[in-house]
C-alpha cells in the first residue's frame, strides 16, 4: 500500500488577500482583487484593469536577509513560509529527503528582461552579473531548497495555466512513492508587462471582442480574462509523517489525473476517486474555453453538483491558478463555504453555479486547471 498524502500547510499571496484566512475571507465575502492598472501604462493596448499585490513586501517572510529576489520568487518565498509555519514542520532536514516542486508559467521574467535589456544597451561583458542566476525557470525551486534545506526530489513545471497544480501532483506522488516524506509544492506568478502583453496579443484578456473589461467566468457576455499575479505554497506529506509529529492535517489528496484537455481530466480523476461535493473551475472567461469545461463538468459530475471559479475576483494567474484554487477549496472545506462566483447570469447550461447565499459543509472538492499556455489539464480531489 502506498501512504496518503496529506496538506498540512497553506501560504497564500494573492490580489484581495495575503495569508489563508485573509484570502478565504475575501473570497467568501466577494471581496475582488481587480482594479486600476498601476504597474505601467497599457493604455496603448486598451486596457485599465489587473489583479495586482500591491504594496507587496516579502521581508516579513524570509529567514534572512537577501541582496535580490525577483518578484516572482519573493511572492514564492512568502507563500512558502507561510506554509511552513502553519505546518510547523522543523526545516532544514538535511537527512530527511524532504523535496520542492514549482509551478511557473513566464518564471522570473522581471530578472530575464532586465538581463536582457542590459546586454542590449551594454553587451554581455557588462551586463550585471548578478541577474543572470535569477533568470533561470528553476531558480525560485533552487532558492527555496536552499533556504529549507530540502535535498530531495526537486520538480520545475512551466505548463501554463497547469503549471502550478501539476507541481503539487509532483509532490503527492513523490509522497505516495516513498521518494520523500514532505514536500513544499506550490505555484507562482508575478505580474509583469511583457506577460500581460503577451496575453493581450494571444486574445485571452478582456474586452476580447467588444463591451467592457471583465472577468465573468462562464457568465453571459464573458469576454476574455483580465490578468492577475498570486503564488500559493503547500507542505504535502505521508499521512504517517504528519501524525508522528503531531501535525494538524488540512485535507486529504483523494485523487489526481493529468490529461491534455478539459474533458479527459474531469473524467480521468473521477475514475480514481468519488464524485465530489463541489468543483472550482479553470474558468476564466473566455467564450469558447469555458463553454469547453463547462461541458467536462456537466458530464463529469451532472447538473446538481455546485461550481464555483475564483478567477473572477483575482484574474488569470497563470501558473498560480490552480494551487490558488486549491487553497480556496481548502479554505471552504475548513470554513464550511464555498466562494460564489461573480455574480450574474450564468451562460452553460446545466451548471449549478455558486451564488452568494450558499449554505452547506461540502467535505469534499474537486480542482482543475489548465487553459492559457497550455496543452496539459490537472485535477485533484480533496477530502477532509
Known amino acids: 500500500m502506498t501512504p496518503d498524502a496529506v496538506i498540512t500547510g497553506c501560504g497564500v499571496a494573492a490580489p484581495n488577500g495575503l495569508g489563508r484566512e485573509a484570502f478565504g475571507a475575501a473570497l467568501r465575502s466577494g471581496r475582488s482583487g481587480l482594479g486600476d492598472l498601476v504597474s505601467f501604462d497599457a493604455s496603448d493596448l486598451g486596457r485599465e484593469r489587473a489583479g495586482e499585490i500591491t504594496s507587496f513586501d516579502a521581508t516579513p517572510w524570509l529567514r534572512a536577509p537577501k541582496n535580490y529576489l525577483d518578484r516572482n520568487s519573493a511572492l514564492a518565498f512568502a507563500a512558502a513560509e507561510m506554509a511552513v509555519r502553519e505546518s510547523g514542520i522543523v526545516w532544514p532536514c538535511l537527512d530527511r529527503g524532504h523535496g520542492v516542486s514549482v509551478g511557473t508559467m513566464a518564471g522570473n521574467m522581471e530578472s530575464l528582461s532586465a538581463f536582457c535589456a542590459r546586454v542590449a544597451e551594454k553587451g ?31 520538480g520545475q513545471f512551466c505548463s501554463g495555466g497547469a503549471a502550478g497544480l501539476e507541481a503539487v501532483l509532483f509532490a503527492a506522488e513523490a509522497v505516495r512513492r516513498g521518494r520523500a516524506e514532505a514536500m513544499l509544492a506550490g505555484g ?15 486574445g485571452w484578456v478582456s474586452p476580447s471582442g467588444g463591451g467592457a473589461e471583465s472577468c465573468r467566468p462562464f457568465g453571459a457576455g464573458r469576454n476574455g480574462t483580465i490578468v492577475g499575479e498570486g503564488a500559493a505554497f503547500f507542505v504535502i506529506e505521508s499521512e504517517a509523517a504528519a501524525r508522528a509529529r503531531g501535525a494538524r492535517v488540512l485535507a486529504r489528496i483523494a485523487a489526481t489525473a493529468t490529461a491534455a484537455t478539459a474533458g479527459e481530466v474531469y473524467a480521468a480523476v473521477l475514475r480514481q476517486g468519488d464524485a465530489p461535493e463541489a468543483v472550482f473551475a479553470a474558468a476564466a472567461g473566455s467564450r469558447e474555453a469555458d463553454a469547453v469545461e463547462g461541458e467536462a463538468i456537466r458530464a463529469a459530475v451532472g447538473a446538481t453538483t455546485p461550481v464555483t471559479a475564483i478567477k473572477g475576483w483575482i484574474g488569470e494567474t497563470f501558473g498560480a491558478s490552480g494551487p490558488l484554487a486549491l ?18 447570469e450564468c451562460a452553460i447550461e446545466g451548471l449549478q453555479l455558486v451564488k452568494d447565499g450558499w449554505s452547506g459543509n461540502p467535505n469534499s472538492a474537486l480542482v482543475a486547471a489548465g487553459g492559457p499556455g497550455s496543452g496539459t489539464w490537472c485535477a485533484v480531489i480533496l477530502r477532509r
Open 327 to 344: 487553497a480556496a477549496a481548502l479554505a471552504g472545506l475548513e470554513g464550511g463555504f464555498l466562494p460564489p462566483c461573480v455574480p450574474g
Open 188 to 202: 507562482v506568478e508575478a505580474f509583469h508587462e511583457k506577460t500581460f502583453r503577451l496575453a493581450v496579443a494571444r
Open 124 to 154: 554581455p561583458k557588462l551586463a550585471p552579473p548578478f541577474l543572470f542566476p535569477h533568470a533561470y525557470y528553476n531558480t525560485t525551486a533552487g532558492l527555496l531548497s536552499i533556504e529549507y534545506g530540502l535535498s530531495g526530489p526537486h
